[in-house]
Every structure is written in structure tokens, then in C-alpha cells.
T-cell receptor, first 114, second 114 residues
Framework: SAVISQKPSRDICQRGTSLTIQCQVD?????MFWYRQQPGQSLTLIAT?????????ESGFVIDKFPISRPNLTFSTLTVSNMSPEDSSIYLC???????????FGPGTRLTVL | QKEVEQNSGPLSVPEGAIASLNCTYS??????FFWYRQYSGKSPELIMF????GDKEDGRFTAQLNKASQYVSLLIRDSQPSDSATYLC??????????????FGTGTRLKVLA
């Protein structure tokens, strides 16, 4: 398994600002993902974070709004840019550990945009 | 569009009963199937994974897979109030070019009544 930490755990931000969320895994992982979860809803995949190259974004999500970095095998960041109240959500980092195909989740970042 | 379908619930069962959670998927090429439990305000945690047709048991949990019917289920025996949560079904599907995507259902909310 993989133990995943995220920072910050929650934040309240003003409209028009940006927030960077950090994700750290305790072991080398093959794949890392970023999800968004609105209250009472299921998970929506934002992008796959690729090590050393540009992230692969899902339909409806663009790099200018959600820039993602993954400089090494255990760390990734997601930035939510030029925030609006519609960006208020829980953002989750996940990872596939080792040679398994099992996905583990971080504790999430609860973002509120005023 | 590859899909994973779940009944949103809530599914209410009395304490001690068997809870049966169901999931259907559209991609016949899917190879790996996962069940996650998500308590309110928390991130998803893995309960079980299953790859082969048939049953897989782990404690009070049994996952059942029928690839011909494109159906996967989770049985929880001796349900406890602490099992009350949302259960997410996830399917790993091949997207082409050797890439994979994990598709989550919308989740079934389970309520175990004391």
C-alpha cells in the first residue's frame, strides 16, 4: 500500500487568487492522479500527473486553470488558478503503488472560495 | 463513454443483516474491479479488489464478479452501524495506446440501522 499526505488539509480563499495543493507519497509509485469531489457527488478525475512531463487532462479541465507538476516519483502539486466560488470542492490526490494496480487516496484538501 | 453504474440509495439494512451493493460497467475489456468505502468528510479507502470471475472473501466482505454479465457486487455480512458510509465501485479500463483509466461509479449510500 501507499501512505499519501496532502497539504493543506483545508483552506478558505478569495476569488481571483490561486492555491497550490501538495501531495506526497511515502514510496515510489507508478501513477498519480488528481480528483475533485463536490459535496454529495462522486469523484471526477481532473488529470493524470506524469513524472517529468505535462499532465494528461480530462475533458473539461485545462492546464491554465489546473497546472500540475510532478518532479519526481513521490511528489505532485495541483494549482487551482484564478479561483471562483464554483471551484469550492474537495481535491484528492491518489497514487498507484509499486507493481499493483490498486489506487490509494490522500486525505483530501477542502477548498472554499469566497 | 465508458460507464460504471450504481444505485445511489440510500440502502437501509438492519444491524446484523447482509447488505448487498451492486455495480454494472459498460466496458467489456475491463480487467480490475475495486470497492471503496467513503465516510462523510473523509477520502475513499480501499476495501477489496477482484480480478477473476467468482467470489472473493475478506472477513465480513465478499466481492462477486461476473464478467459475462458485466456485474460486480459487494456483500457485507453481519452489518454494523459503523459500516454506514458511501460505497464506491471502480473499474480499471483500457483506453488504448497502453493507457488505463479508473472509472468510478457515483456510489451507494448504505445505512445500517441499530
Amino acid at each position: 500500500s501507499a501512505v499519501i499526505s496532502q497539504k493543506p488539509s483545508r483552506d478558505i480563499c478569495q476569488r481571483g487568487t490561486s492555491l497550490t495543493i501538495q501531495c506526497q507519497v511515502d514510496s515510489q509509485v507508478t501513477m498519480m492522479f488528481w480528483y475533485r469531489q463536490q459535496p454529495g457527488q462522486s469523484l471526477t478525475l481532473i488529470a493524470t500527473a506524469n513524472q517529468g512531463s505535462e499532465a494528461t487532462y480530462e475533458s473539461g479541465f485545462v492546464i491554465d486553470k489546473f497546472p500540475i507538476s510532478r518532479p519526481n516519483l513521490t511528489f505532485s502539486t495541483l494549482t487551482v488558478s484564478n479561483m471562483s466560488p464554483e471551484d469550492s470542492s474537495i481535491y484528492l490526490c491518489s497514487a498507484i503503488a509499486g507493481f499493483t494496480d490498486t489506487q490509494y487516496f490522500g486525505p483530501g484538501t477542502r477548498l472554499t472560495v469566497l | 463513454q465508458k460507464e460504471v453504474e450504481q444505485n445511489s440509495g440510500p440502502l437501509s439494512v438492519p444491524e446484523g443483516a447482509i447488505a448487498s451493493l451492486n455495480c454494472t460497467y459498460s466496458d467489456r475489456g475491463s480487467q480490475s474491479f475495486f470497492w471503496y468505502r467513503q465516510y462523510s468528510g473523509k477520502s475513499p479507502e480501499l476495501i477489496m479488489f477482484i480480478y477473476s470471475n467468482g467470489d472473493k472473501e475478506d472477513g465480513r466482505f465478499t466481492a462477486q464478479l461476473n464478467k459475462a454479465s458485466q456485474y460486480v457486487s459487494l456483500l457485507i455480512r453481519d452489518s454494523q452501524p459503523s459500516d454506514s458510509a458511501t460505497y464506491l465501485c471502480a473499474v480499471k479500463g483500457r483506453m488504448g495506446s497502453g493507457t488505463y483509466k479508473y472509472i468510478f461509479g457515483t456510489g451507494t449510500r448504505l445505512k445500517v440501522l441499530a
